[in-house]
């Protein structure tokens, strides 16, 4: 089972753009869909986008089409989430998880039963 490590958040203009990283320990990597996950205080985490394991498919939730790229790259064993035009209700805590099993569409549906969560990597977006 591979390990996952968030990095690239922190603190941006609202308008502005971040790249958030999502390492994966291992050599399964490209065995696994991907997934990019949020959650704000208060609030339940929710799905943001996921890309299917050779990298050809993605899938966003609508607040973030048009805005943000999901990527990977299987011989860096690395995720990627391109976050541009940032709003404030972007701030949140973002998760990488990661599943054998799910197809990328139903990886919002099965958030509490993915194999793989990181640890997590803070955006804050200041209006």
Known sequence: QVQLVESGGGLVQAGGSLRLSCAASGRTFSSYAMGWFRQAPGQERKFVASISR???????????????IISRDNAKNTMYLQMNSLKSEDTAVYYCAADRLTTIQAMGARTRSLEVWGQGTLVTVSS
């Open 54 to 68: 050779n990298g050809i498919f993605t899938y966003y939730t609508d607040s973030v089409k048009g805005r943000f």
